[in-house]
């Protein structure tokens, strides 16, 4: 397990990886900007070089960047779509400066244009991106979604279908947030049912494009739709259903976040909970 969870950019980014020390995290998420604005000011090179001087001296195994949630790829608004493809090439570069591999992003929202329109629009969007910072190393992680309003990227099909549709699909990769599979309706709880997410997502996406979880429980039940995290053990999903995934042989070489309710105060308790059933 590469346990961490999402931490603060608090006084610089540079703080960050002893944030994530001082939780017990192997692995962080940050923002490298701020999540409300369309426009940020550049990486100052002194903070960039903060950066990685700290994270190289925490023992921190994996950083992931978690992308602006105002971004929707698969917007039909022309103004939306261009506000949002220009952010996320600042959003890649930000990651390539720092030398973080993943940078991960919801997909996109259709808003009434309908799920194949969208899905087509998300797919532009990416190979426009990666045209435009060829040769950088960051890969870009779908993340799964609850399937809330008109967001796509709910069921394995919406990814398969993007990672279908890219001009350099080796670029792009994948983030299975617990929660949202679970609010889209896929059930992990038992070995059978797991065994049979898992056959799922195999088939359609392929296990080798997951880089990275998001460990969540869920407020909500099976099939909600409804995007509500809470914390590991305490939802509808329960310990088992983490007890499975956390001793997951095919998934121990990648970095499992926790994004659970309450921020910093309370990830060391639930790091300690996703510790304690390691077989």
């Given at each position: 397990?590469?346990?961490?969870?999402?931490?603060?950019?608090?006084?610089?980014?540079?703080?960050?990886?002893l944030?994530?020390?001082?939780?017990?995290?192997?692995?962080?998420?940050?923002?490298?900007?701020?999540?409300?604005?369309?426009?940020?000011?550049?990486?100052?090179?002194?903070?960039?070089?903060?950066?990685?001087?700290?994270?190289?001296?925490?023992?921190?195994?994996?950083?992931?960047?978690?992308?602006?949630?105002?971004?929707?790829?698969?917007?039909?608004?022309?103004?939306?779509?261009?506000?949002?493809?220009?952010?996320?090439?600042?959003?890649?570069?930000?990651?390539?400066?720092?030398?973080?591999?993943?940078?991960?992003?919801?997909?996109?929202?259709?808003?009434?244009?309908?799920?194949?329109?969208?899905?087509?629009?998300?797919?532009?969007?990416?190979?426009?991106?990666?045209?435009?910072?060829?040769?950088?190393?960051?890969?870009?992680?779908?993340?799964?979604?609850?399937?809330?309003?008109?967001?796509?990227?709910?069921?394995?099909?919406?990814?398969?279908?993007?990672?279908?549709l890219?001009?350099?699909?080796?670029?792009?990769?994948?983030?299975?947030?617990?929660?949202?599979?679970?609010?889209?309706?896929?059930?992990?709880?038992?070995?059978?049912?797991?065994?049979?997410?898992?056959?799922?997502?195999?088939?359609?996406?392929?296990?080798?494009?997951?880089?990275?979880?998001?460990?969540?429980?869920?407020?909500?039940?099976?099939?909600?739709?409804?995007?509500?995290?809470?914390?590991?053990?305490?939802?509808?999903?329960?310990l088992?259903?983490?007890?499975?995934?956390?001793?997951?042989?095919?998934?121990?070489?990648?970095?499992?976040?926790?994004?659970?309710?309450?921020?910093?105060?309370?990830?060391a308790?639930n790091?300690?909970?996703?510790?304690?059933?390691?077989?």
């Amino acid at each position: 397990m590469i346990l961490g969870a999402h931490v603060s950019i608090a006084g610089g980014l540079g703080k960050s990886p002893l944030n994530g020390v001082k939780l017990g995290c192997e692995s962080i998420q940050i923002f490298t900007r701020n999540q409300r604005q369309w426009k940020t000011k550049p990486l100052a090179s002194d903070e960039v070089e903060g950066f990685r001087k700290e994270l190289d001296h925490s023992g921190i195994r994996f950083v992931t960047v978690h992308a602006s949630y105002l971004l929707n790829l698969g917007s039909p608004k022309d103004k939306v779509l261009t506000c949002s493809r220009d952010a996320f090439c600042d959003e890649i570069e930000r990651c390539e400066e720092l030398g973080i591999p993943y940078l991960i992003v919801h997909p996109g929202a259709h808003v009434g244009s309908g799920e194949t329109e969208g899905l087509h629009t998300i797919a532009e969007s990416l190979n426009v991106i990666l045209r435009k910072k060829k040769g950088y190393r960051t890969q870009i992680l779908l993340e799964t979604t609850a399937g809330q309003g008109s967001s796509l990227g709910y069921c394995f099909e919406h990814l398969a279908e993007i990672l279908g549709l890219l001009d350099d699909p080796d670029r792009v990769g994948v983030c299975v947030d617990t929660c949202h599979i679970f609010a889209a309706g896929y059930d992990f709880r038992t070995r059978r049912s797991y065994t049979h997410t898992l056959h799922q997502l195999e088939n359609l996406v392929g296990l080798a494009k997951v880089k990275a979880f998001h460990l969540n429980d869920s407020k909500r039940e099976l099939g909600s739709r409804v995007d509500r995290h809470e914390h590991i053990g305490r939802g509808h999903i329960g310990l088992k259903a983490f007890r499975q995934i956390v001793n997951e042989k095919r998934f121990s070489q990648i970095p499992m976040i926790l994004e659970t309710p309450g921020g910093e105060a309370h990830y060391a308790k639930n790091l300690r909970v996703l510790r304690s059933l390691s077989m």
